[in-house]
């Protein structure tokens, strides 16, 4: 052997661990936790989590610092641009119905490094959106008691001056926190049902608020004497999309919830359009109610629901207001509370994390080591740390889930028949473990009948029969990795050609038509390619066939399911215009991201960097993906020929085929 070639190797299987992805077909409906939430549960989980400070902060804030009463132009293109998100999230609810949202995206489809970089992402997210959100609503409640509580806790404690720490500990923000926590851990039912509770209340302020607004409104507020309705211009409305969109953000929660669904295919998807349709109706309705009361420039930004009433005689309604904020910003709080352990668990479960946080409780079926854990954490963070420099992260840590659950659409929807039904780690010798379903042999039958994922369409092969020269699917792999590229070329382009990169006019315009028009072409090169069906994994099985979802020495058919596991009887279609939406949803993402200051970014390299030593330390060492089937054991294939008969062999399937009928 040359030298050096085993240094290779190693180095070769090194990049393939990276790289590795979590079969499709480990995604079963079987699971340790507890099956209990119907579509109203997830919907008001979403709204819970979306409707919540934001509506009664960011709403004031924007309107009278940025937009004016424009603000309501702002929600309804931020909430477009959230839909085609959502979307992407849709889509992989209705395929996987596992607890881990944007993470176990990445992971079936991207690789195993970036699906815990992106986890370890959103550990952080929540973290600190817990924290914020606890920090927001003692400060709401200490206004309302004329700051009493701060001066108490300054009074007694003092005054902290050191760098990164609060003025001052915040312990009822910190006892909400640990309250809080302590219900979560009661199980999904009790959770679900202080959700309701609390979403109920908050809606019915909102009613409220629109119903009284629209009968104290003013148009002529919107009129010219008091600067018109967009008195920042063009420039104005699309800042304040961009400080809008992060208002959405939160319908991931329903994704992170997949695994406790009881029917995720049908459940998840129809979950994720309510919430962000009632969502977005709600921010646009009280923003039109709120500029039409008042005149926009004498909002009171932290207050402005309530100042608005107060100026209009109705102080009595301020404390309605009051009920509902802190309503909302509640169910924002059990909500992160809800996911941060889920995502915990996800990565546990794969081993991609410390093991114990895997644990599950067997009664109350939830993963009570991580919300113990990261419920005190999160405690202490919103006790000790000053969080206005933190709270960018939750912007960047949102976008780059996003931009991923969108690059994992394309990459599942143009992966190949072989690609998909291969073991996560391609070539890794005969020891690999197979994961192989009744489903995808069927297809392998199908090839020449259906649609091939990643090949070219047959009405364009004549014209453009040299993509499809290439190893099967590899110009729609190659035009993914083009579209990203180009995206972030067109991103930099649009926000920093001329301030940041300062290029001559020539050299921007340049920029923008080399990399829109790799952009475009990726786009068609995408579009000239046949897509995966959004297979029907948890549908009744046809009558006489008995599928198997994980096949060799053990077996776990459909049949050995629990009962209580009913199947869904039909689902929503695939999400429309692939490629079209993902691609569009990626350049938002990308010219957001590149909105944020270069502190953001410095600080979000450093927690990636924790995170890789994590990985590199333990999850890589320990991950699933690790496990392979000892020597001696065959994993079992089942084959269907032309003739409608079904045969078991250990062999390939396709070779089985080819061979005929009873081949040994």
């Known amino acids: 052997m040359a030298p050096g070639r085993p240094c290779a190797a190693g180095l070769v299987r090194f990049c393939q661990k990276l790289k590795r992805q979590k079969p499709l077909e480990e995604s079963t409906m079987e699971t340790s936790l507890q099956r209990c939430l119907s579509t109203l549960d997830l919907t008001l989980l979403g709204v819970g989590s979306i409707v919540g400070s934001g509506l009664y902060v960011l709403t004031g804030t924007v309107a009278k610092e940025i937009t004016g009463p424009a603000v309501i132009v702002s929600f309804a293109v931020a909430a477009a641009a959230s839909l085609m998100a959502a979307l992407c999230y849709a889509e992989f609810g209705a ?18 490094l970036w699906a815990f970089l992106i986890g370890w992402n959103l550990v952080l997210e929540y973290l600190i959106a817990g924290a914020a959100v606890a920090r927001a609503w003692s400060g709401y409640l200490d206004a309302m008691f004329d700051h009493r509580i701060q001066n108490f806790t300054e009074a007694h404690l003092g005054v902290w001056q050191v760098p990164f720490l609060a003025r001052s500990p915040d312990w009822l923000a910190a006892g909400i926190i640990l309250l809080a926590s302590a219900f979560v851990s009661c199980g999904a039912r009790v959770s679900s049902w202080l959700n309701h509770t609390l979403s109920t ?19 002529s507020n919107w009129g010219e004497g008091e600067g018109g309705f967009a008195p920042f211009g063009f420039s104005g409305i699309m800042s304040g999309t961009a400080t809008c969109f992060y208002a959405f953000a939160g319908f991931d929660v329903i994704a992170a919830s997949n695994e406790e669904a009881r029917d995720p295919k049908r459940a998840v998807p129809l979950a994720i359009a309510l919430s962000l349709g009632l969502a977005a109706t709600a921010y646009i309705l009280v923003s039109t109610v709120l500029t039409l009361m008042t005149p926009w420039h004498s909002l009171n930004p932290n207050s402005a629901l309530a100042d608005a009433f107060y100026q209009r005689g109705y102080g009595w309604a301020g404390y309605l207001v009051a009920t509902g904020s802190i309503c909302a910003m509640t169910t924002v709080q059990i909500n992160c509370l809800f996911c941060l352990p889920r995502i915990v668990y996800a990565m546990a479960v794969d081993g991609l994390f410390f093991k114990a946080f895997a644990y599950v409780h067997p009664r109350t079926q939830v993963p ?143 920029l923008l038509l080399c990399s829109g028009v790799a952009f475009l072409l990726s786009l068609l090169v995408l579009g000239a390619h046949q897509q995966q069906r959004l297979k029907d994994t948890f549908q009744r099985p046809p009558p006489g066939m008995s599928p198997c979802l994980r096949v060799g020495p053990k077996l776990h058919s459909l049949q050995r399911q629990k009962q209580a596991q009913r199947p869904a009887e039909a689902g929503p279609g695939p999400m429309p215009l692939v490629p079209l939406i993902p691609a569009l949803s990626i350049v938002l993402n990308f010219c957001l991201m590149l909105k944020l200051s270069y502190l953001t970014w410095v600080r979000f390299t450093i927690w990636l960097l924790m995170g890789l030593l994590v990985y590199f330390g333990y999850g890589i060492w320990h991950s699933k993906e690790n496990w392979r089937e000892p020597p001696g054991l065959v994993t079992a294939h089942y084959v269907a020929f032309p003739d409608g008969r079904l045969e078991e062999t250990a062999q390939d399937p396709g070779r089985a085929l080819a061979q005929g009928p009873g081949s040994p």
Not at 201 to 219: N, Q, T
Not at 397 to 410: C, D, E, P, Q
Not at 439 to 460: F, I, K, N, W, Y
């Open 95 to 112: 395929r996987v119905p596992r607890t881990g949202s944007a993470y176990l995206f990445t992971y079936v489809s991207v690789g195993e």
């Open 201 to 219: 209340v908050s809606m019915v302020v909102i009613l409220f608020i629109v119903v009284l607004g629209f009968i104290l409104a003013r148009s």
């Open 368 to 510: 009570l080591l991580g919300i113990l854990v990261f419920g005190a954490l999160t405690a202490l963070v919103t006790l000790l740390l000053d969080l206005e420099a933190l709270v960018q992260f939750l912007s960047i840590g949102t976008l780059l889930a996003y931009t991923f659950v969108a690059i994992s659409v394309l990459v599942l929807r143009f992966q190949t028949a072989s690609q998909s039904s291969s073991p996560s780690l391609a070539g890794s010798g005969p020891k690999a473990m197979e994961y192989n379903s009744f489903s995808d042999h069927m297809e392998l039958v199908r090839t020449g009948q259906g649609p091939q994922p990643g090949r070219l369409r047959p009405a364009l092969r004549p014209n453009l029969g040299f993509l499809d020269r290439a190893s099967p699917g590899a110009a729609a792999r190659w035009a993914i990795c083009g579209l990203v590229v180009s995206a972030i070329a067109l991103s930099c382009g649009l926000m920093l050609g001329n301030s940041v990169l300062r290029l001559p006019l020539w050299a921007y315009l340049l």
